[in-house]
């Protein structure tokens, strides 16, 4: 008698449970996939701000270390020839005399007042402003005083046209707008944004016209001549409206803000002044 094979199967029933395992276990892994990359996520976030925070720190403390650096003595009389030089924080010669001024949750910068702009400081964060020279100092071997032409000691100062210069001697500094500027001369001239008022750097008396200055030599070899820097650092919303971390800081004679980090919702500095013990806000200060 001949045999008959049988053949085993899954039944309906057996085969849907199978597949009902499968989406379970596909659906665990795809759980923990999405989880993992959540992490991933959160984690390079968060690396990537501390990153830009600890670039801030670098920026911030190297303005910092630099403020009131500048090659002419502090007691100096002042000459400030900028266009209406008291109308912006970094030509005011005010805050150029203080280098160092730090502002606590409820002092708003001068002239201007909390926001919730894109760049505009927030309410309740501190802040710092920061005045200083630059690195490279050049001597003056030559001074046109009537026409506003300098000559430098050097073609490889790095001036460049539109930068907010300081020169100085023995008796006075006068703080300008370098018309122009190109190997070892700069020029002092009337136009440019904001440009100057005079080409004289004498001195004036308080309420006196611009145009009563009179012409002042910065003669060789006692005169020298730097680039001003001037940054601010404080908390503003980004165009994401998040807190960040900004800087204004003084390029080509204006001043714009920047984003440096974002998240970052406060800014916490302590002074030492001198002949304390103690650090303190800038709110005792």
């Excluded at 926001?115 to 402003?129: D, F, K, N, Y």
């Excluded at 001597?139 to 300081?166: E, I, R, Y």
Aim: with cysteine.
């Amino acid at each position: 008698m001949g045999s008959r094979n049988a053949v085993a199967g899954f039944s309906l029933i057996e085969l849907m449970i199978s597949l009902v395992l499968g989406l379970l276990v596909i659906a665990a892994a795809a759980g923990i996939y999405l989880s993992n990359r959540e992490t991933y996520r959160a984690t390079d976030n968060l690396g990537v701000v501390q990153e830009n925070i600890r670039t801030a720190f670098e920026l911030m403390a190297r303005d910092i270390r630099e403020a009131a650096g500048n090659p002419c003595v502090n007691n100096l009389p002042i000459s400030n020839v900028v266009n209406n030089a008291a109308s912006r924080w970094y030509t005011n010669l005010n805050a150029w005399n203080t280098a160092i001024e730090g502002f606590g949750p409820t002092a708003a910068f001068p002239g201007t007042t909390f926001g919730t702009a894109a760049g505009t400081r927030l309410s309740g964060t501190e802040a710092i402003q920061l005045f200083s020279g630059d690195d490279t100092v050049a001597t003056v071997s030559g001074h046109d005083a009537a026409s506003g032409q300098f000559t430098l000691n050097t073609t490889s100062s790095g001036f460049a046209t539109g930068d907010l210069m300081m020169v100085c001697n023995s008796r006075q500094a006068a703080v300008f707008q370098a018309s122009a500027a190109s190997g070892s001369s700069v020029t002092l001239g009337t136009s440019g944004s904001p440009g100057n008022c005079s080409v004289n750097l004498g001195l004036i008396g308080e309420g006196q016209a611009c145009s009563a200055r009179d012409p002042f030599p910065f003669s060789a070899p006692n005169s020298v001549m730097v680039k001003l820097n001037a940054a601010r650092w404080y908390i503003a919303n980004n165009a994401n409206g998040r807190p960040s971390l900004y800087q204004s800081r003084l390029v080509g004679g204006n001043a714009a803000p920047q984003e440096v980090a974002e998240g970052v919702s406060n800014l916490s500095v302590r002074y030492l002044v001198r002949g304390d013990t103690e650090y303190r806000s800038a709110s005792d200060v």
